[in-house]
């Protein structure tokens, strides 16, 4: 026996492939690696060295990131024909929980129920300690997701009464489905794009939710961890899930300083059209310049003062102003000498 052997016993232990004579999961795994693992059979093989070190590096190892992102689960589902098999894989992404205890789940776990706030059908999945592995807390869990509702309305009808499982099948079963679904769609993992595992589509629905907004201690509950369970940590750090809300509050400052900016940019721009004359006033005023220049150009051609003086009273006309300031026939022909030309008082 070597070392690579007691690894995979004890990676079929933890994933729930070995069971006790009854057919059940192991519930108390500490007391099988006590006794077996560190018992007298491996120490009399010479064999408990290997098994203590690789209980020691399991325990000391850094957890392996692995998880199953919300596309490919999706892909999984679409090319999934059977309505069983498609509910199998919606629980495990909405519950969250192992597969071994997904299989062993009976038509009684569910309750239907209409959600108070939506007012929206929706199911709770009891998930009782007998069906759990032992680290998990018993709990009842609400689906999150109206495909779950709706594959439940359809498969539990035809389920067997009495305890009977909602899914007539094992574990082996359920691994060729999945790998089958697999196959098919082409579906993998993140970080390194290996073959999603069911224990994928778990960590998977972890990190969905907590990229949604779900705190740590959310997730953890909907995971079936303790309060203070650091199983999380490694998904956090990998998603940077505590770095987006500094981030969040720099990008906010930013953002309301430019915002502010904008704002006085608004303001002066407002206030100098306020003090800019409209197309109405503008035309008058032009008019108004206008007529001064003739006013002007008659004042420096006649340089009459009593000429200035009617041109400018702005109540008479142009021929009314040159009658009044006309002192008979010298005074015009004064007017013409003084401009260099003949010209006619009218």
């Known amino acids: ?183 098919r769609s082409g579906a993998s993992t993140m970080p390194h794009g290996e073959p999603v595992r069911w224990k994928d589509l778990r960590s998977g629905m972890a990190c969905h939710l907590l990229r949604s907004g779900w705190t740590r201690d959310e997730v953890n509950a909907r995971l079936g961890h303790a309060p203070n369970s650091n199983t999380l940590n490694a998904y956090i750090n990998f998603l940077a899930i505590d770095r987006e809300a500094p981030k969040q509050r720099l990008w906010s400052r930013e953002t309301d300083q430019q915002e502010r900016r904008d704002q006085a940019v608004v303001h002066d721009a407002t206030a100098a059209d306020k003090t800019k004359p409209s197309a109405g006033e503008l035309d008058r005023l032009n008019r108004e310049v206008s007529r001064l220049r003739g006013v002007i150009r008659f004042c420096l051609t006649d340089q009459l003062f009593g000429a200035c003086t009617v041109a400018l009273g702005l109540s008479i006309g142009y021929a009314g102003a040159r009658e009044e300031a006309m002192d008979g026939p010298k005074q015009i022909e004064h007017w013409s000498w003084r401009a260099g030309q003949t010209r006619s008082p009218v």
């Open 1 to 183: 026996m070597t070392k690579e052997d007691i690894q995979r016993v004890y990676d079929d232990l933890e994933d729930d492939r070995i069971k006790t004579r009854n057919g059940t999961i192991f519930q108390d795994r500490s007391s099988y690696y006590n006794k077996i693992f560190k018992g007298k059979p491996f120490r009399l093989a010479g064999k408990d060295g290997l098994a203590e070190d690789v209980i020691e590096s399991f325990k000391n190892s850094p957890r392996i990131v692995r998880y199953a992102t919300e596309e490919s689960f999706r892909k999984l589902v679409r090319v999934s024909r059977n309505p069983v098999h498609q509910l199998l894989l919606w629980l495990a992404w909405d519950i969250g929980e192992n597969i071994q205890t997904l299989l062993a789940l009976t038509r009684e776990d569910f309750i239907a129920q209409v959600n108070r706030h939506s007012g929206e059908r929706e199911y709770i999945v009891n998930l009782p300690a007998s069906k759990l592995k032992r680290s998990r807390l018993t709990r009842s869990e609400v689906t999150l997701y109206p495909e779950t509702t709706r594959l439940l309305d359809l498969v539990l009808p035809s389920a067997p009464l009495n305890d009977g499982y909602l899914f007539n099948s094992g574990y082996r079963a359920a691994a060729k489905v999945l790998a089958k679904a697999v196959q």
